[in-house]
């Protein structure tokens, strides 16, 4: 059983649609939790980012941690075609932060 | 600000030749890490490295090194190469202190 698991899709949503992402994990040591989006033959790109548990806003994109449950989500509010990607999470402990932890990712496509 | 910058892009090798990988990061970030991605497997993580030390090792055979220059950038080598090893390599650089991960584009390798 992997560490973290991600749904891998695909999902496809029509524009304007809240998209849901989703991953849990096993290892209770992990307690810095990323979001990254990844475009085709592009290197992962840091969306959000989360120490702990708690909820993280940014325009559309919230980040939730609930670390008693050890699952993380990422909310996109009115999906846009340009939110087409791969959306990976990601988490890491204290004495190794740089040494993360991804999921498998989810293919994400918002059709116009 | 330059972004980090991978070279090559693009490389083809085959079963049990060598491969160096280069990796410059951006200006002023003292971490490198490096990452395998592939279709099965997802991203993994290989090695990371801070003031030309080695911090954190992934669990990958020892024919995979790295080593890190005093101007901060990087090399990974892999050793007699295995049809396995065919994967997007990335790199990612951030501050001393925990901070965001950047990641380049990526090296594409190709073992046949």
């Known amino acids: 059983q992997k560490e973290v698991e991600q749904d891998p899709g695909p999902l496809s949503v029509p524009e304007g649609a809240i998209v849901s992402l989703n991953c849990t994990y096993s290892n209770s040591a992990f307690q810095y939790f990323m979001w990254y989006r990844q475009y085709s033959r592009k290197g992962p790109e840091l969306l959000m980012y989360?120490?702990?548990?708690g909820n993280k806003e940014d325009g559309r994109f919230t980040a939730q941690v609930d670390k008693s449950s050890k699952y993380i989500s990422l909310f996109i509010r009115d999906s846009q075609p340009s939110d087409s990607a791969t959306y990976l999470c990601a988490m890491s402990a204290p004495g190794s932060a740089r040494q993360l932890t991804f999921g498998s990712g989810t293919q994400l496509t918002v059709l116009p | 600000k330059a972004g980090v910058t991978q070279t090559p892009r693009y490389l083809i090798k085959t079963r049990g030749q060598q491969v160096t990988l280069s990796c410059s990061p951006i200006?002023?970030?003292?971490?490198v890490s490096w990452y395998q991605q592939t279709p099965g497997q997802g991203l993994q993580f290989l090695f990371e490295y801070f003031s030309e030390t080695q911090r954190n090792k992934g669990n990958f055979p020892g024919r995979f090194s790295g080593r890190q220059f005093s101007n901060s950038r990087s090399e990974m080598n892999v050793s007699t190469l295995e049809l396995g090893d065919s994967a997007l390599y990335l790199c990612a650089s951030s501050l001393a202190s925990w901070d965001e991960q950047f990641f380049g584009p990526g090296t594409r390798l190709t073992v046949l």
């Open positions: 989360t120490y702990s548990s």
């Open positions: 200006s002023g970030h003292r971490s």
